[in-house]
Every structure is written in C-alpha cells, then in structure tokens.
C-alpha cells in the first residue's frame, strides 16, 4: 500500500517562502499525476497544484500561480511545492496525494479524483 509523507511546513513571515516535500513508498510514483490540497480552519478542502506523471504538465490554483511552483522527482519517488510570496491567507494544513487512475489528468483539481493522501503538513504565514 502506498503512503504519502509530507514535510517541510512550519511558520514564516509574510513574503517569505517554504518548500513542502512529499515522499511516497511504492514503485509505482512515476505513474501517477500527483497534487497539493491545502485546508484552512472552517474551510473546505482546495486544490493547490497538480503535475503530470512525467512532469510535462504542471496546474496551479488562481490563487497561487506565479508564487508556487510544482515539481517531482521520480527516481527519488519525492513531490516538491516551492511556495514563495507567502501571505496570511496561504495558512492552512498542506496535503499531498496521488490520483486515482494512472498516467490520468483528468479533473486534477478534485479532491475525488485522489485516493491516497499524506497526514499534512501545517503551514503558518504571519503578518
């Protein structure tokens, strides 16, 4: 059964940046598109970012597209999130997952679409 580590959130000042990582177990990473979901207190659960099996497709939410950035490595079966510019209202528990269906893009940014998450990782942006 595959399982999804995530790591690297904690607090930072506004403008600053974090870089979340995601380590899955497994031998089969590589074909999956993978994604980031954040969830803030009160809030639903949103999309954050998406890439592609191979990493030749990358998605962003509006709200955070020019500030994040998406990337894999599948040798090290490990996704990345570069969060820079940070401000209050990115604070929120981060949740990396893998999608359901291989090699699949398809309605990447629905949290139904994923049937594997990691436990999150909390992310505090102060102003």
């Known amino acids: 059964q595959v399982q999804l580590v995530e790591s690297g959130g904690g607090l930072v000042q506004a403008g600053g940046s974090l870089r979340l990582s995601c380590a899955a177990s497994g031998r089969t990473f590589s074909s999956y598109t993978m994604g980031w979901f954040r969830q803030a207190p009160g809030k639903e659960r949103e999309f954050v970012a998406a890439i592609s099996a191979s990493a030749y497709s990358t998605y962003y939410a509006d709200s955070v597209k020019g500030r994040f950035t998406i990337s894999r490595d599948n040798a090290k079966n490990t996704v990345y999130l570069e969060m820079n510019s940070l401000n209050p209202e990115d604070t929120a528990v981060y949740y990396c997952?893998?999608?359901?269906?291989?090699?699949?893009?398809?309605?990447?940014?629905?949290?139904?679409?994923?049937?594997?998450w990691g436990q999150g990782t909390q992310v505090t942006v102060s102003s």
């Open positions: 997952a893998r999608k359901r269906a291989r090699y699949s893009t398809s309605n990447y940014y629905s949290p139904d679409e994923y049937d594997t």
